[in-house]
Every structure is written in structure tokens, then in C-alpha cells.
């Protein structure tokens, strides 16, 4: 016959009976009369613990909740058996305080997977923010084989949108059952966006089956756009996801009015993040975002940490022209490198910017990595550049001679004007002119020639100038120049 033992519950008072070889350190018992889960502790009295205190099944001591070992010496917790899970806990627990699996289960037999299953749709539906939190985590781990859930979201939609879009959105079009009460969370917009935004992830994932939730949608866009109230982060861009993923898949434009909206957000909003979210969506509009030019065009020029978002999108319509980035320039020399990296891309059509880059290239006033974009942006450019870096040869506040650095990349169009140079009557340019041919190497051949003939007998060259002839020389007959400088 078994033998009990009687401990009074520490909240209502009652005597609950329990087996006596149960009763040791750790153990935890719930009153039959209140349902209170208590622990046995020294002296076998029942403790009701504080959320992650830990109880010594070795001596019975409570100890705080970041507390590894006991003062007896013995371990506090222990790992949780679920795969998915894995984290330490009270050693005193028969559930994990993390995941709320019973420990005495396999998680991986079928009684375990079902055990899981039916704790995480319990514990989405507790009055604890934690327990939700912990078992949307879990359900989400699952992936689309958590649409067993589905029928009980609803109501956590309600109670906890953010953890219950979490799950819908992991799920995706099989959640499409929860798409009314998505909508009824997104009517209005509020201080704390992050609902918005996690309800209209949920709304996005789901698809077509969520057409119904576009205008609320484009309604909320608008709230977005109008409201006074600061807020932390931006939905723009959660809104616009939504809209465009459910309009994908249901093979449909983009609803027109949502381009205005993003066009008001860039003229109107007081916010950077909002500005580049509104950016990145026009590139995704398709033909409606022409009608944003004239307020792209003002985001590149007057916000500076919108700036480049705003210009991708320029290009996309055709309206990304080189005086801009002139203009963006002078305002800022902190751009410059980016400026000019998007010159060279233009390339002959950036022609026109040349005695601007020959200008920044020249001036000792600028940084090496302003002058080296320039550099960039004249090869870019190409044979167009030829002519204006020649006159440059001769500057000797060019550091390096970047002039001459320039022409080597630009190769074979600068050839034939690098030959006329070397009849130019500065010295300093004909002998640059010897250095940029040498360092094209074979291409450069066709200026063999004059070399020759500028480093011969009878040229009134000067003997420096003809030694770097000669070496030029040297340079394009092996094709390599390791010992060409200024």
C-alpha cells in the first residue's frame, strides 16, 4: 500500500496528499483545490516560486533566477529536451520554462509532435505576453506544417496581432481563413506601428486569398503619409510589400492611387527612413512612377540620406542627368566619389562634365579620393576626355600626374594625341607624353617612331627628356614599363 504524505498548499491553505517517495526537493505539486503549482523546499514545505527562481533538488534552497549553481555545490539547471529549443532551465521544472514541453516526453515519437502541436496553440491563446511569444517562436520553427494552427489564430489576432502575424506569416496562403480579423487590426493606424507592420507582412505572405484587405491597405498607406505623430520606424515600406505581393499574386496593377501617395510622402515627410522607403517602392511601381520625377529630382538635390535611393529611381525614368550630379557636387565634396562613380557609368553622355572633373582632378585643394573618382569618371568618359587631360600633362600640381595615369586607362584613344604631345614645347609635357605611351605598352607602337626620333642624335631634346624617350621606347617593344615614373 502506498504511503502519503499530507502538505498544505501555501495559497489556499488545503492539505493535498502526496505519494511519500515523491516528496523530495524540487518537486512540484498542484492543489487540487486552486490549481496553485507549488515546490517542495528545506524543511518539505510547499514554496510558490517567482517566475525562473531556482529550487536545489539537493538541499531545497531557492535561489535566484540567473543562479548556475547551488551554494550545497549542485547544478540549478538543465537543457531542455526539444530539438527546437535547447535552452538551460530550473533543474526543478518538469516543463521547460521556455517552451512549456514536458521533459519525460521524446519530442521526436508522434506523442511528442503532437504534445508540441498542442502546446503551442494553447500557450497562444495565455494571458502571458512570454508564453505567446515563446510558442509563436515555436510554431514559426515549423513552417507551413503549423497550418493546423490556423483555426485558432483568430482570436489571437486579436489579443496579440504581432505574435499571431508572426505565425500567418510562416504559413502563408493556407492562413487565409484569418484574413478579416488581419483587416480589422489595420484600419487605423497607430503610435506604435510595429502591429502595422507585422499584420501587413501576415497579409503579404497569405497573397491572393488577402485581395480584400487592398484598400485598407492604401488606406493605411494614406494614414501613413498624413499623420503629425512621430513615430520610431517607418511602415511605409511594410505597407507597400503588402500591397505589391498581393497584387502579384493576383496577376493585377498596382493600385494607381498608391503612387501619389509615395509621391507625398517624398515631398511631405519629415523622415529619411520614410523618403528611401518611398524610393525604394516607386522603382517598383512600374510606368505610374514617371509621375514622381519632378519630386525625385528634389530628394536627390535636398536630402542627403535619400539621396542615391532617389537617384536609381531617376534613372529608371530616364531623368538621371550629369548636370544633377554637377550641381550635387559643388553643393557637397563629400559626394563627389559617389558622383562621379555614376559619370563613368554615363560615359560619353557625361561629356559634358569634363572641365569640371579636369578641375577637381587639378586642384590640390581636394582629397586623393575626390581626384581619384575623377580620374574614374574622365576614363569613363573615354576618348571624349583625351584632349583637356593632355593640356593637363603639363600641370605639375597634379600629384602622380594623374593626367598621365588617366590616359593609360582611357589605352588607345589617347595614343595619337599623346604623339602630338611629344612636340609640345614644355618639356614636363613631352616627357609625361613618353611616360603614358611607355605604360600603354604594344598599343602605343605606332608612336615608335617619334621616340625614336625624339631621343635620336640630333634632336634639341633635352638629355632627360630623351632618356624617357628611351625607356618609353624600351617600354612598348617588351610591353612592360616597370621602371617608367615622372
Not at 225 to 232: K, S
Not at 339 to 368: F, K, N, R
Request: aromatic letters at 4%; a negative charge.
Amino acid at each position: 500500500m502506498l504511503q502519503m504524505t499530507e502538505l498544505k498548499c501555501p495559497q489556499c491553505g488545503n492539505p493535498n496528499n502526496v505519494v511519500a517517495r515523491d516528496v523530495a526537493y524540487g518537486y512540484e505539486i498542484q492543489c487540487r483545490f486552486c490549481n496553485t503549482v507549488s515546490v517542495i523546499t528545506v524543511n518539505h514545505e510547499l514554496y510558490i516560486p517567482e517566475r525562473f527562481e531556482r529550487i536545489c533538488v539537493k538541499c531545497g534552497r531557492v535561489n535566484d533566477p540567473n543562479a548556475m549553481v547551488c551554494t550545497c555545490g549542485a547544478g540549478l539547471t538543465r537543457k531542455c529536451v526539444n530539438p527546437d529549443c535547447r535552452r538551460l532551465f530550473a533543474i526543478h521544472r518538469q516543463t521547460c520554462e521556455h517552451c512549456n514541453f514536458p521533459q519525460n516526453i521524446d519530442p521526436m515519437s508522434a506523442v511528442g509532435k503532437q504534445t508540441m502541436a498542442e502546446l503551442a496553440i494553447r500557450n497562444l491563446a495565455s494571458p502571458d505576453s512570454y508564453e505567446r511569444r515563446i510558442a509563436a517562436e515555436n510554431l514559426e520553427r515549423m513552417g507551413s506544417q503549423a497550418a493546423f494552427a490556423v483555426p485558432f489564430l483568430n482570436p489571437v489576432v486579436e489579443r496579440d496581432p504581432i505574435q499571431a502575424s508572426r505565425v500567418i506569416t510562416v504559413i502563408g496562403e493556407s492562413a487565409a481563413s484569418t484574413v478579416p480579423a488581419l483587416i480589422q487590426r489595420i484600419r487605423y493606424l497607430e503610435y506604435d506601428t510595429s502591429v502595422a507592420s507585422a499584420v501587413c507582412k501576415a497579409l503579404g505572405s497569405i497573397g491572393a486569398p488577402a485581395k480584400a484587405a487592398l484598400p485598407v491597405l492604401v488606406s493605411l498607406l494614406h494614414q501613413a503619409t498624413e499623420r503629425e505623430n512621430n513615430v520610431y520606424t517607418s511602415v511605409v515600406a511594410d505597407v507597400f510589400n503588402a500591397i505589391e505581393r498581393i497584387s502579384e499574386a493576383t496577376h493585377e496593377e498596382i493600385p494607381p492611387e498608391v503612387t501619389p501617395l509615395l509621391i507625398g510622402v517624398l515631398n511631405d515627410s519629415p523622415y529619411d527612413t520614410e523618403i528611401r522607403d518611398a524610393c525604394d517602392a516607386l522603382a517598383r511601381v512600374g510606368s505610374q512612377v514617371s509621375q514622381a520625377g519632378d519630386a525625385l529630382l528634389n530628394v536627390f538635390m535636398d536630402r542627403p540620406a535619400a539621396r542615391w535611393q532617389a537617384w536609381d529611381v531617376l534613372k529608371l525614368i530616364e531623368r538621371a542627368k550629369p548636370e544633377y550630379l554637377v550641381k550635387m557636387m559643388i553643393r557637397s565634396r563629400d559626394e563627389i566619389p559617389r558622383a562621379c562613380e555614376e559619370l563613368a557609368v554615363m560615359g560619353e553622355a557625361a561629356s559634358d562634365t569634363i572641365p569640371v572633373l579636369i578641375s577637381i582632378l587639378s586642384a590640390t585643394t581636394q582629397p586623393d579620393t575626390a581626384r581619384a573618382a575623377a580620374q574614374m569618371a574622365l576614363v569613363g568618359i573615354g576618348e571624349q576626355a583625351v584632349p583637356a587631360l593632355i593640356e593637363l600633362l603639363s600641370n605639375p600640381n597634379v600629384p602622380g600626374n594623374y593626367a598621365v595615369f588617366t590616359l593609360v586607362k582611357i589605352g588607345a584613344p589617347s595614343v595619337p594625341v599623346l604623339i602630338e604631345a611629344l612636340n609640345d614645347k614644355d618639356e614636363y609635357t613631352r616627357k609625361a607624353a613618353c611616360v603614358a605611351l611607355g605604360k600603354l605598352g604594344s598599343i602605343a607602337d605606332q608612336a615608335l617612331p617619334v621616340l625614336k626620333s625624339l631621343s635620336g642624335t640630333f634632336s634639341f631634346a633635352s638629355s632627360s627628356v630623351k632618356e624617357v624617350a628611351r625607356i618609353a621606347i624600351k617600354a612598348i617593344e617588351t610591353d612592360n614599363a616597370p621602371s617608367l615614373e615622372m
